[in-house]
């Protein structure tokens, strides 16, 4: 039996061992948001299927509005804010849980006067996430407090 069991600690300003990172290298579509990898991409974890991260959204910030085959596993763990799913708006708080299904629009926003941090899950072996453009925007959404909301 190999012992590679561990506990990441949690620290002041993230987790023990993990360096936050950008929360992606390219696209513009994002605001404030950072990326710390818990799970899965380490060297000693690839038994895992799946990855766990943590993103931490700063006061005003929103992650990507984007879609993909693959599903999002989700629980807010700090703060508050608000969520595109589909052609719906929702506002989320500490330990609201997420399903994000295949194909299903989803952006992130810290608007409550809060920062928003979320737990998400995915397969280790996934599809890439696809940007909409305005007119897939307004095909899904229609003149909608979604279209709105939108930030792209
Ligand atoms: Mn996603």
Known sequence: MKKNSKIIRKTESGWDGITPKEYKTSGTNFKDITRHSLLGEGEDEHELNMQTRVFRVKEGGYSSLEYHRHPHSVMIVEGKGSMILGDEV????????????????????????????????????????????EKMLDEVMGDSEARRKARL
């Open 90 to 133: 929702h506002d989320l708080n500490t330990f609201d849980v997420v399903y994000i299904s295949p194909e299903t629009l989803h952006q992130f926003h810290a608007d409550k006067g809060a920062p928003l941090s979320f737990l998400c899950v995915v397969d280790r072996y996934r599809d890439k996430p696809s940007v909409p453009g």
